[in-house]
């Protein structure tokens, strides 16, 4: 018996050690709980209740929103699952994805209903893909197209006279908004994909507040817009997730939450 306690009290120091790696700070604790106050989850890890979109793309599998296009059901235009709850002006919103290597997606945000497509989004997208060429991006869907790639701050001036879908074509080269000015960095963009994980899951937080829109990837700011735009800005509208036009993929989504800021 003696000899067994000798054994305990030389280990006893080093479970100790382990019992403190194990369990994280009391600061630790505290910042994760100041992080999340305030949000409130938006998908119920069961079923798509408060949601729309087409079935043959979106299903609720293993506690996640799965996304998914096979060889049978190639889609012609992007679709969306589409909160129907509300239409949030300034709020934050996170939420976790993983996404297949050939997979193309997106997180809509202050978007607006297409009147061509029951289940087609025009609006704000933090962007997402597989290969990570534009994940954290400011995409416009069905608009002025790209607004900041991933490391870029800019800024998007007024546009003089209102313009029809078919006119902003004029202000759009290489799929990106040319009037964007480019008013700083926030890094090199494939140094910045580093901190993206691969075919793992990733959480992104989207922050839409007044005229400033940012998109971060496991908590590092990705892009940053300020659209001073009036005639194409969006104020509110709908949070939409998205299968892109293109190969087979999977996209899932899960720990979906929204926290609403002041008007």
Not at 25 to 33: I, Y
Not at 88 to 108: C, H, M, Q, W
Not at 232 to 244: D, E, F, K, L, P
Request: proline share 5%; hydrophobic share 35%; charged share 25%.
């Amino acid at each position: 018996m003696q000899r067994h306690l000798r054994g305990i009290g030389r280990l006893l120091p080093l479970l100790i050690l382990m019992a403190r790696i194990a369990q994280p700070a009391v600061g630790e604790v505290g910042a994760d709980r100041a992080a999340e106050a305030g949000f409130t989850s938006i998908f119920d890890g069961k079923s798509l209740a408060g949601w729309s979109g087409d079935p043959v793309y979106w299903r609720v599998e293993d506690g996640h929103i799965l996304g998914e296009i096979t060889p049978e059901t190639l889609v012609k235009r992007n679709t969306f699952l589409i909160w129907e709850k509300d239409q949030p002006a300034n709020f934050e919103l996170k939420l976790d994805y993983r996404i297949t290597a050939r997979g193309n997606s997106g997180v809509n945000y202050r978007s607006a209903r297409m009147d061509d497509h029951p289940y087609a989004l025009t609006g704000y997208q933090s962007d997402i893909d597989g290969q990570n060429r534009h994940t954290g991006s400011n995409y416009e869907e069905r608009g002025r197209t790209t607004l900041a790639y991933r490391g870029q701050k800019t800024i998007l001036p007024p546009l003089q006279a209102p313009l029809e879908a078919d006119g902003l074509k004029r202000f759009i080269e290489k799929n990106a908004w040319t009037l964007a000015i480019v008013a700083g960095s926030l890094g090199d963009k494939d140094a910045l994909a580093t901190h993206v994980h691969d075919g793992d899951w990733n959480e992104v937080h989207v922050i839409a507040d007044g005229h400033q829109l940012q998109h971060f990837v496991n908590g590092v700011l990705m892009s940053e817009v300020t659209d001073y735009d009036p005639l194409n800005a969006r104020a509110s509208g709908y949070i939409g997730v998205q299968v892109h036009v293109g190969p087979p993929m999977k996209v899932e989504y899960r720990n979906i939450r929204l926290k609403r800021l002041a008007d």
